[in-house]
């Protein structure tokens, strides 16, 4: 089972707004991500959680603030956004770091509109 | 601007064989990617290479990799109109968790 679940799979959101976007993987990996995906572009890293804790944090704004409540959950809460932060939000995760295992896996994303 | 290229697009004919190219830079990357997307949905790890492989089948994919131009193709044989999407070639640079992607190849599949 190589499935990634992410909810909701669309979100429509006020700039006045606080929202979450939720991940699951019950694979057993130790790292998970979040990426920003805007249309015919690839996939910019935002933050990456290693056993639970924040290992990488792009220079992401603070309206955007990550938690990884345990080893399988990984959540985005949303806060104060702005239309420019309109995007499909991917999360992914990997056994452990990529030099060593390979596999990154993305599930379908959250697509969030910000009005 | 990213570090991986690629062709933007590709048209091939149902039934023939696509082949899609990138150039990466850095030599020490240890893997090598492809993602599939279709309209719509996530990314789709298709196959992946290690840097110390020259070729890798997985049923009608081929991955080709030439370490010392740094060039990277994915060869799909027999190609269905299923295969219509957005191509992702990527590389670790050596790096735990980061992957440079490059811009993707919109593969687009005519009858």
């Known amino acids: 089972d190589t499935e990634v679940t992410q909810t909701p799979k669309h979100l429509v959101m006020g700039m006045t707004n606080k929202k979450s976007l939720k991940c699951e993987q019950h694979?057993?990996?130790?790292?998970m991500y979040w990426y920003k995906q805007k249309a015919k572009k690839p996939p910019e890293l935002m933050f990456v959680y290693s056993y639970e804790k924040l290992s990488i944090n792009e220079s992401v704004p603070s309206r955007f603030s990550p938690e990884c409540p345990n080893s399988s959950l990984l959540n985005l809460h949303l806060h104060a956004l702005q239309p420019e932060d309109s995007a499909l939000y991917l999360c992914?995760?990997?056994?452990?770091?990529?030099?060593?295992?390979?596999?990154?896996?993305f599930g379908e994303g959250s697509r969030l509109t910000v009005l | 601007g990213e570090d991986v290229e690629q062709s933007l697009f590709l048209s091939v004919r149902e039934g023939d064989s696509s082949v899609i190219n990138c150039t990466y830079t850095?030599?020490?990357?240890?893997?090598l990617y492809w993602y599939k997307q279709e309209p719509g949905a996530g990314l789709q790890l298709l196959t992946y290479?290690?840097?110390?492989?020259d070729m890798k089948q997985d049923q009608r994919l081929t991955v080709l990799l030439n370490k010392k131009d740094k060039h990277l193709s994915l060869r799909i044989a027999d190609t269905q109109t299923g295969d219509s999407a957005i191509y992702f070639c990527a590389e670790n640079l050596f790096s735990d968790y980061k992957l440079s992607f490059g811009a993707g190849t919109t593969v687009t599949v005519r009858a």
């Open positions: 992914a995760s990997s056994h452990g770091v990529l030099t060593a295992t390979g596999e990154l896996f």
């Open positions: 850095d030599s020490s990357s240890t893997y």
């Open positions: 290479i290690f840097s110390n492989m």
């Open positions: 694979m057993g990996h130790r790292a």
